[in-house]
């Protein structure tokens, strides 16, 4: 029982095994710049923003759906919050508040649609991304200047040397991943995802509990945009554009099913950090970067891979073969 | 007169142009076993599901304890006492025992100024009520999954024991099983009985539920043809109507 | 001659695909006189050019080329020579500036734009085209697409692994995405030559910081105007009209009166795109191209440049 216990644990966190690996890997050709706190504090602190845009999507896909909008939604919410802080001089903390909520309003809307008028979740955010993208250059093309510094501090601030935006990703993990495992709501979101049919037999709303992934998702995309901003000191219209691929990428990597009901937001930083070791330590090599994008998509796939094998392993574990 | 627990008067459903259920009378009383029969296609399902509130009648009424109701979600029913269990278990495969048996009446405790689960309560009262129903479920942690068919049963009919019920259904509750789950099926059935809980079940095997039911229902083209108590009927009077419609 | 212009949109490649699944034949039915198209992709409306060709409606393109031989005129700033002309000016700065001084040695970060786009590749080839003559020099390459995050993570992890001199944007945003690197390191801009493409406000902005030392600014005010004026010469008094490979057309060969726009007469300011010589692109068909502005400390207030008198609302 203990092995099989350890085997179990083995197989749910090989996320962090690969990790290591590839963090080594990089370390052996690339020693004095990677192997190095420094390295290390800058991998964490710019996959925080692409870290938020991988909750989003997991929130989403644990609860049997997809979001295409997340990064339109980032770029959106993030765009009309500068405008309006910037024009009416809003201080920077409701600025912070604001976002948040645009993002949730976004991911409502697409909530509604899939969980309460039942739309395929592909086709409706396929559509809100694009509406959400184009809407951001009407409320503006080009950047937005001169944003109050509390703004900018989750995505640009350190505190004692530290970036700000890396303690806000790991706190928001654990928050998240409390909440998925101990409240109803989590508890919920995955059966939803797992069999939605079943579990609205059992007498759980289950269109409330789409629409309210929806909105988590907008949310935390909404924090996405926030540190997006931060990290660049401007907001741009472009902003997290062309995000979400890698979004989805980093979720399953982290071995979260797109089929739904399974998977750990944990893992899914896991899978985040992993993107993050990948792009730095590429970039560090300096090769065509044609070349680097093709070698991100075999990594990718080799992590897909082991992750899938990680499935297999952990279902024949858990049926007592191994 | 005796007032019945549940009352449907003139229920029918159709799918778009499909007729399923043409005016169907029906009522149960408080700890009555009713046995729904028919062949395939003959509405039984459809009955239930409208009772259990998977979809609401496409005209009828619905009487409980003579007031009359709507049972628009699966919700509408649980809240009644109406536990249902569906001939295909209705469980989540990823998820665990205990987590399948408290699904949507998950237990909470305090911490702090939020309600958390608790997980160890539910466990706990998962593995005692897997044990009571001699069901081979090594831990209640297990993911549903894995379970064979009579297992998923057993689970499924768990859930319904556990919570306060007024009536319980069971769609072919035995079709999966062992001659052992069988058995355990029939036990379940009659305890409901002991403590006067409604019972509707639906199953092809005329001569193993004969001697449980109290009355039988039978079904054909989305009509009831038949309603009789046991002690005026037989196994071969039952057969040979099945096999007339 | 009156004219009504109907503007739409030809931005993102989606944009591109989903006009042409809607077989064009719309446009026609407004009643469209010609056509001043400003691609994305140089490829993509090949087969909306030949269509308008049959007919009989006149294309002219404006910022990008589309590479059909049934383009009137393209009306735009050559890539491949701003590419050039920024390589020529770290090349400078090399030379003078760096040790060894007189001698062209040191490491240089390109942060490109979107590969495959024809803005992109264009910028791209003439910059490593100068860059290609002096072997001491080392060209680190990555792709920044547009954007100014990306940029900004890129050129902060090459910043940390490599010794750079020189920084080369492909756009504006990209730049400002490496002078953030470069303050996120705890270092100073000042302390690298930092050259882009495009003048925007906030390059303007960097640029009186010492931030950025030098960009090369497009007279984008005048593409469209430029295109529809000679799409009205055409109209009016046929290809006679039109600028020829082998001419410079000035200043005084366009007639075009002065309006205020957001305050500014841009007509005023004619050096900003003439003269422009015409040549024959491999297309088939005639390329005036514009002048451009090399913008640094000495002249980054200058009024006429766009983002000087566009800097709300653009």
Redesign the interface.
């Known amino acids: 029982m203990n092995s099989k216990k350890l085997k179990l644990f083995f197989v749910d966190n090989m996320i962090w095994v690969i990790l290591l690996g590839v963090f080594l890997f990089f370390g052996i050709i690339k020693p004095r710049t990677f192997l190095t706190f420094q390295n290390v504090h800058f991998i964490l602190y710019v996959s925080s923003m692409m870290g938020f845009l991988v909750f989003a999507e997991t929130i989403c896909l644990l609860s049997g759906n997809f979001d295409l909008s997340i990064g339109e939604i980032a770029g959106f919410s993030a765009m009309v919050t500068a405008v309006i802080t910037v024009k009416s001089g809003l201080p920077g903390y409701l600025g912070i508040i604001l976002v948040v909520l645009i993002g949730g309003l976004c991911g409502a809307f697409n909530g509604l649609l899939v969980g309460k008028i039942r739309l395929n979740p592909f086709l409706v955010t396929l559509g809100t991304s694009i509406m959400f993208d184009w809407l951001t250059m009407v409320v503006r093309r080009g950047s937005v200047l001169g944003l109050p510094a509390v703004y900018l501090a989750p995505g640009g601030a350190r505190v004692f040397g530290v970036y700000l935006a890396i303690f806000i990703l790991l706190g928001f993990a654990i928050l998240l991943a409390f909440v998925l495992?101990?409240?109803?709501w989590g508890?919920n979101l995955?059966?939803v995802?797992?069999?939605i049919?079943?579990?609205?037999?059992?007498?759980?709303?289950t269109d409330k509990v789409v629409f309210s992934a929806f909105v988590v998702a907008g949310m935390l995309a909404g924090i996405s945009g926030l540190l997006y901003t931060g990290y660049m000191g401007v907001a741009t219209s472009n902003l997290a554009d062309g995000t979400v691929f890698m979004a989805f990428a980093g979720a399953v990597i982290g071995g979260v099913s797109l089929t739904g009901?399974?998977g750990s937001i944990l893992n899914a930083l896991g899978g985040t950090l992993l993107l993050g070791i990948i792009e730095a330590g590429l970039t560090m090599m300096a090769i065509d970067p044609a070349w680097q994008g093709t070698f991100t998509g075999v990594l990718v796939l080799v992590a897909i891979l082991l992750n899938q094998s990680r499935q297999i392993l952990r279902?024949r574990i858990?049926?007592g073969e191994m | 007169m005796e007032i019945p627990l549940i009352k449907m008067e003139d229920i029918h459903k159709w799918f778009d142009r499909t007729y399923a259920l043409r005016g169907v009378n029906f009522e149960i009383y408080k700890g009555e076993v009713v046995g729904l029969i028919g062949s395939n296609g003959a509405g039984k399902s459809t009955l239930i599901k409208i009772l259990?509130g998977?979809f609401p009648p496409s005209k009828g009424r619905i009487f409980y304890h003579d007031e009359e109701i709507e049972i628009k979600?699966?919700?509408d029913?649980?809240?009644l006492g109406i536990e249902?269990v569906?001939q295909?278990?209705?469980?989540?495969?990823?998820?665990n025992v205990a987590?399948n048996i408290f699904?949507?009446?998950?237990l909470?405790r305090s911490a702090g100024f939020?309600?958390?689960?608790d997980?160890q309560k539910m466990e706990e009262v998962a593995s005692q009520k897997v044990r009571e129903l001699g069901l081979n479920i090594s831990s209640p942690t297990?993911?549903v999954r894995?379970l064979s068919g009579g297992e998923r049963q057993g689970i499924a009919i768990a859930?319904a024991m556990l919570f306060k019920a007024t009536l319980v259904i069971l769609d072919e509750p035995t079709t999966a099983l062992s001659v052992k789950g069988c058995r355990q099926v029939l036990d379940f059935i009659s305890q409901l009985k002991k403590n006067d809980i409604a019972c509707i079940f639906i199953d092809h095997n005329i001569g193993r539920i004969f001697p449980l039911a109290d009355r039988f229902v039978v079904m054909s083209h989305g009509q009831i043809i038949e309603n009789v108590l046991r002690e005026d009927t037989s196994v071969e009077e039952i057969e040979d109507l099945l096999v007339s419609c | 001659m009156k004219i009504t212009v109907i503007s739409v949109l030809l931005w993102k490649l989606e944009t591109i695909l989903l006009l042409k699944s809607l077989k064009l034949d719309e446009w026609w039915i407004w009643g469209v006189d010609g056509l001043v198209i400003g691609a994305v992709e140089s490829t993509a409306l090949i087969p909306a050019v030949e269509y308008a060709k049959e007919h009989n409606v006149p294309v002219i393109t404006a910022n990008v080329d589309i590479y059909s031989p049934d383009v009137l005129l393209y009306i735009g700033f050559l890539g491949f020579e701003s590419g050039k002309i920024l390589a020529e000016e770290i090349v400078k700065y090399l030379r003078d500036e760096v040790e060894p001084i007189g001698e062209v040695k040191g490491t240089v970060l390109e942060i490109r734009g979107t590969m495959g786009s024809a803005t992109g590749e264009d910028r791209h080839n003439g910059f490593v085209s100068v860059l290609d003559e002096y072997p001491e020099v080392r060209a680190i390459t990555v792709v920044g697409d547009w954007d100014m995050a990306q940029a900004k993570t890129a050129a902060e992890t090459v910043l940390r692994a490599y010794e750079v001199d020189t920084i080369y944007g492909d756009n504006g945003p990209m730049a400002m995405g490496a002078v953030g690197a470069i303050e996120a390191l705890g270092k100073n801009p000042q302390d690298y030559f930092v050259a882009t493409i495009d003048a925007l406000p906030e390059v303007l902005e960097a640029i009186g910081e010492g931030k950025i030392d030098v960009a090369l600014d497009q007279p984008c005010p005048f593409y469209t105007p430029l295109a529809v004026y000679y799409l009205v010469e055409f109209l009016e008094k046929g290809e006679e009209a039109l600028p020829k490979p082998g001419d410079i057309v000035t200043a005084e060969d366009v007639n075009i009166e002065g309006k205020i726009h957001q305050g500014v007469d841009i007509w005023a300011h004619d050096e900003m795109w003439a003269p422009a010589p015409v040549v024959e692109t491999e297309y088939g068909h005639p390329w005036m191209q514009t002048r451009g502005i090399l913008v640094t400390k000495d002249n980054y207030t200058l009024e006429s440049l766009w983002a000087n008198f566009e800097l709300e609302e653009w």
């Open positions: 495992a101990k409240t109803i508890s995955y059966s995802g797992g069999n049919e079943a579990t609205r037999r059992c007498g759980i709303n009901g399974r279902d858990l049926m | 259990s998977v979600t699966p919700k029913a649980i809240d249902t569906h295909d278990y209705s469980l989540v495969g990823e998820r987590q699904l949507g009446r998950e909470v939020i309600k958390v689960l997980t297990q993911e894995f859930r």
